[in-house]
T-cell receptor
Framework: KAGVTQTPRYLIKTRGQQVTLSCSPI?????VSWYQQTPGQGLQFLFE???????NKGNFPGRFSGRQFSNSRSEMNVSTLELGDSALYLC????????????????FGPGTRLLVL | ELKVEQNPLFLSMQEGKNYTIYCNYS?????LYWYRQDPGKSLESLFV?????AVKQEGRLMASLDTKARLSTLHITAAVHDLSATYFC??????????FGTGTRLTIIP
């Protein structure tokens, strides 16, 4: 079974630009979560999508947004990039169950390393 | 809000020795996960602990969960160099938002 894939793997942008990152979950997985990893803040939850709906959201500004398509693929968008947005962005998928609880394990993709200059 | 704390943050240990990484969390966690991350790589799932008293073992790693103490431990037995990595615990609470600990960077010295 193919794992979680993320594109692009590396990205360099300048302040003020916007960026879109893509994530393809493991086949059959319906839940996709996004995380930001930085040396200073560690791993922080951005949001989770399940069946094209945002089910959970972390404490990030509105510049960070996402969506999920009917095939469970997900994208996240960051507008008006700031230097502090430089990070490794990780996507994780899991089977997910309707109604909330039931995750067993999240499987992480290789990440997209974003550098904002 | 769930807070997860790990200690130590950094750990250097000699090959062949035993050690334990501790993971404390602030409120009831429905389940507790352990992940491993190699430098520049993504996270690899190690264990998921679902209930009080749960113990899981894989090779030289053993994880346990004490929900009453709000404590999970990752015990390393007879460490080998291949275990050098950063280990994260993460709690899952109510709304299914995974909250990660700070990570423990483990270096095994020959």
């Amino acid at each position: 079974k193919a794992g979680v894939t993320q594109t692009p793997r590396y990205l360099i942008k300048t302040r003020g630009q916007q960026v879109t990152l893509s994530c393809s979950p493991i086949s059959g997985h319906r839940s996709v979560s996004w995380y930001q990893q930085t040396p200073g803040q560690g791993l922080q939850f951005l949001f989770e999508y399940f069946s094209e709906t945002q089910r959970n959201k972390g404490n990030f500004p509105g510049r960070f947004s996402g969506r999920q398509f009917s095939n469970s693929r997900s994208e996240m968008n960051v507008s008006t990039l700031e230097l502090g947005d430089s990070a490794l962005y990780l996507c994780a998928s899991s089977g997910g169950t309707s109604g909330g609880r039931g995750w067993e394990t999240q499987y992480f993709g290789p990440g997209t390393r974003l550098l904002v200059l | 809000e769930l807070k997860v704390e790990q200690n130590p943050l950094f750990l250097s240990m000699q090959e062949g020795k035993n050690y334990t990484i501790y993971c404390n969390y602030s409120t009831t966690s429905d389940r507790l996960y352990w992940y491993r991350q190699d430098p520049g790589k993504s996270l690899e799932s190690l264990f998921v602990l679902l209930s009080n008293g749960a113990v899981k073992q894989e090779g030289r790693l053993m994880a346990s969960l004490d929900t009453k103490a709000r404590l999970s431990t990752l015990h390393i037995t007879a460490a080998v160099h291949d275990l050098s990595a950063t280990y994260f615990c993460a709690g899952l609470f109510g709304n299914e938002k995974l909250t990660f600990g700070t990570g423990t960077r483990l270096t095994i010295i020959p």
